[in-house]
T-cell receptor, first 114, second 110 residues
Framework: KAGVTQTPRYLIKTRGQQVTLSCSPISGHRSVSWYQQTPGQGLQFLFEYFSETQRNKGNFPGRFSGRQFSNSRSEMNVSTLELGDSALYLC?????????????FGSGTRLTVV | GEDVEQSLFLSVREGDSSVINCTYTDSSSTYLYWYKQEPGAGLQLLTYIFSNMDMKQDQRLTVLLNKKDKHLSLRIADTQTGDSAIYFCAESIQNNDMRFGAGTRLTVKP
């Protein structure tokens, strides 16, 4: 079965712009989590969606938001981009809530803010 | 502390065993995981261990868990150049979240 698909793979944006990243989970997976990966901070949890509802949120400013659609696909949005938002954004899916069997990660979207 | 701790670098010769160590934070963590990240890719779940287990073996991988010391290790037998990657230790925490270590970069020399 197809894995977790993230689009686009690479993105270059200018400070102050906004960006939307997309994630299609594995078919049948209803939980989608987003992580930000940077060399300095490592992997940091952004938020988790399950059944179109945000169930959990990390410690990020309100410029970071997301949503999940009825088909479990998820998008995250970052408004008013800052240079520090440059990172690899990873989406992960699982069949249920909870981390019992770990997540399946996508290949990520590498965002560069200039 | 609040951090999952791992050594940042490990270098081994091809054919040797690699042992990557991790100290986690939450004694109530139910599951502990090892993920592998190759350049330009996302994280691949290698294996996980339930907290009531001491050891889990899966082909070349052996996971050891010491709950008393909150210590987790991953042993890769007969390490190959294709094993070169960053290995992340992670623990399950409350609110259905996971806490990741900073990752150990494993370099396998021919």
């Amino acid at each position: 079965k197809a894995g977790v698909t993230q689009t686009p793979r690479y993105l270059i944006k200018t400070r102050g712009q906004q960006v939307t990243l997309s994630c299609s989970p594995i078919s049948g997976h209803r939980s989608v989590s987003w992580y930000q990966q940077t060399p300095g901070q490592g992997l940091q949890f952004l938020f988790e969606y399950f059944s179109e509802t945000q169930r959990n949120k990390g410690n990020f400013p309100g410029r970071f938001s997301g949503r999940q659609f009825s088909n479990s696909r998820s998008e995250m949005n970052v408004s008013t981009l800052e240079l520090g938002d440059s990172a690899l954004y990873l989406c992960a899916s699982s069949s249920t809530r909870g981390t019992n069997y770990g997540y399946t990660f996508g290949s990520g979207t590498r965002l560069t803010v200039v | 502390g609040e951090d999952v701790e791992q050594s940042l670098f490990l270098s081994v010769r091809e054919g040797d065993s690699s042992v990557i160590n991790c100290t986690y934070t939450d004694s109530s963590s139910t599951y502990l995981y090892w993920y592998k990240q190759e350049p330009g890719a996302g994280l691949q779940l290698l294996t996980y261990i339930f907290s009531n287990m001491d050891m889990k073996q899966d082909q070349r991988l052996t996971v050891l868990l010491n709950k008393k010391d909150k210590h987790l290790s991953l042993r890769i037998a007969d390490t190959q150049t294709g094993d070169s990657a960053i290995y992340f230790c992670a623990e399950s925490i409350q609110n259905n979240d996971m806490r990741f270590g900073a990752g150990t970069r494993l370099t396998v020399k021919p």
